[in-house]
Nanobody, 124 residues
Framework: QVQLVESGGRLVQAGGSLRLSCAASGRAFSTYTMAWFRQAPGEEREFVAA????????NYADSALGRFTISRDKMKNTVFLQMNSLKPEDTAVYYCAADQFGALSLEQRSYAYWGQGTQVTVSS
């Protein structure tokens, strides 16, 4: 049983930085893609970034490119999302997700496993 537990969300001022963590357990993740999605109030959940557990290849949404960095620590079984130059429009619940087929997909339906989410609020 795959478990994903996010942490690190909080209130931060615009222009600030935040690092989210996703602790993964229950499986060997060597073939997996791990990703971050987010959902703002009244909006659809959207893709933010993905990383290949095996080789560290990444994929980013346009909104995240240049400001966010996704990475993984194989020893700690943890995925990170470093977010810099935060904007009020980055306010959302951020979810960690896992896809066992490792395709770096942008599609929610590719991801079978999801965490509970962590709230990020960026004040102006």
């Amino acid at each position: 049983q795959v478990q994903l537990v996010e942490s690190g969300g909080r209130l931060v001022q615009a222009g600030g930085s935040l690092r989210l963590s996703c602790a993964a357990s229950g499986r060997a993740f060597s073939t997996y893609t791990m990703a971050w999605f987010r959902q703002a109030p009244g909006e659809e959940r959207e893709f933010v970034a993905a990383v290949s557990w095996r080789d560290g290849r990444t994929n980013y949404a346009d909104s995240a490119l240049g400001r966010f960095t996704i990475s993984r620590d194989k020893m700690k079984n943890t995925v990170f999302l470093q977010m810099n130059s935060l904007k009020p429009e980055d306010t959302a619940v951020y979810y960690c997700a896992a896809d066992q087929f490792g395709a770096l997909s942008l599609e929610q339906r590719s991801y079978a496993y999801w965490g509970q989410g962590t709230q990020v609020t960026v004040s102006s």
